[in-house]
């Protein structure tokens, strides 16, 4: 089996009233020999039922069964020994992307090789302008979404395949703000899994989520547990809302120059969070604990259109004692055509996650295809 010993979830940055994941896409193409060829039907949004809970009401906990101890008799004077303390380990420490330099940017990130470095930083805040826009622009367009979604996972020599339904839905908090959330069923089992995204927005007053917000319900429980069904990584597939407008002040960025990506010039920034600014950052499960984990990157942008065409990120600071050495995640975005939606939109094609925890290097990537609408029929449940 795939060992899985701990588990990651990438909590959506929010800022103010905005978080973090979506993508995009585009209209269909005409017919290859260039006849006007009528169109086949478009299909259906696919439905799914999602049972909505009334908000601030959740059910109570069953409580927990006493703990039985065995006390076995010491002779008088004897005292069993004192359990061995872990040997602390030291903190890990990253380059900081945003003042490192270009050297130490390129060692951590290999695909910057051919880098052409600014002179200075002159353009860094008309380019962040223009990219922030072109997020608001994208946030706004995004429908509800499903995709197929093909996960495979390597670690220790040994490979699995999982194949899912994967939901990407936008839910918009007035005039600035937008949350996105991931939910993902399991095509083998039907198995339900969602992101702990939202629930842990609420709690930290980042925003208030609405009924359509809910949970899907489980075949089992999601988060946390020891080794945690589904993808070890989640909420990857929005990370381009680093460059959201509201989300600017919880980073800082650094224009790093010119390369080409795949054969076109692209504009080069590199972003890291202010650990002190970030309203939700990302989360690691180790040993039955959670710990945050901050992040940074660099990103590949469309000097023309100013979309964000490649996204890296790698780690900037883990709490001491986490064996965690790396956390890489690589996302590929495409334009992409889908029935019934007038404009094209901008998507994730792959999500590529190394991590090497403790020693132990692990892979996973996750391809998506076949986007298509989604649309959902909701219930009230009452509490009884």
């Known amino acids: 089996m795939f060992c899985r010993p701990w ?30 060829q009528a169109a086949p039907p478009a299909p259906k949004p696919e439905q799914i039922e999602i049972l ?12 927990p069964k006493a703990e039985e101890i065995d006390i076995l008799a010491q002779p008088l004077g004897k005292t069993p020994a ?9 903190e890990i420490k990253f380059p900081n992307f945003a003042s490192c330099s270009i050297a130490e940017i390129q060692l ?9 470095a600014a002179q200075d930083q002159s353009q860094l805040r008309a380019l962040l302008d223009k990219i922030g826009a072109k997020t608001v622009e994208i946030a706004r367009k995004m429908p509800n979404l499903v995709s197929n979604e093909a996960v495979v996972s390597e670690q220790n020599g040994f490979t699995t395949r999982a194949n899912y339904s994967f939901l990407m839905l936008p839910h918009h908090m007035g005039a600035k703000g937008v949350a996105f959330d991931e939910y993902r069923v399991d095509i083998a089992t039907g198995e339900k899994l969602q992101t702990d995204f939202i629930e842990k927005a609420a709690e930290s007053g980042a925003l208030h989520a609405p009924p359509s917000l809910a949970d899907l319900p489980p075949a089992s429980p999601v988060l946390p547990q020891p080794q945690p069904t589904g993808p070890i990584s989640q909420g990857s597939a929005s990370a381009w809302l680093y460059f959201y407008p509201t989300n600017r002040n919880q980073l800082e960025f650094r224009y790093l120059g010119q390369q080409k990506m795949h054969g076109r010039e692209t504009e080069v920034v590199a972003f890291a969070q202010k650990p ?9 499960g ?8 901050f992040m940074q990157g660099v990103a590949w942008i469309d000097p023309a259109q100013f979309r964000i065409e490649r996204l890296r990120s790698e780690l900037l600071s883990v709490p001491a004692g986490i064996p965690l050495h790396r956390l890489s995640t690589d996302i590929q975005f495409a334009e992409t055509s889908i029935v019934d939606v007038p404009s094209p939109l901008w998507l994730p094609t792959q999500v590529v996650i190394t991590t ?14 076949n986007y298509r609408l989604f649309r959902t029929r909701s219930k009230i449940v009452l509490n009884r």
């Open 7 to 36: 588990f990651l979830a990438a909590i959506a940055l929010a800022s103010f009233r905005l978080v973090w994941p979506g993508e995009l896409l585009a209209q269909q193409s005409p017919a290859p020999d260039g006849s006007n």
């Open 52 to 63: 909505v809970q009334p908000l601030g009401k959740t059910p109570a906990p069953s409580a």
């Open 82 to 90: 004192a359990p061995t303390a872990k040997p602390s380990l030291p």
């Open 108 to 116: 951590a990130v290999p695909e910057l090789a051919h880098l052409k």
């Open 276 to 284: 002190g600014s970030v309203l939700l950052p990302a989360v690691i």
């Open 286 to 293: 180790y040993e039955g604990q959670t710990y945050e984990i």
């Open 356 to 369: 090497n925890l403790a020693g132990s290097t692990a892979r996973e990537s996750h391809t998506y295809s």
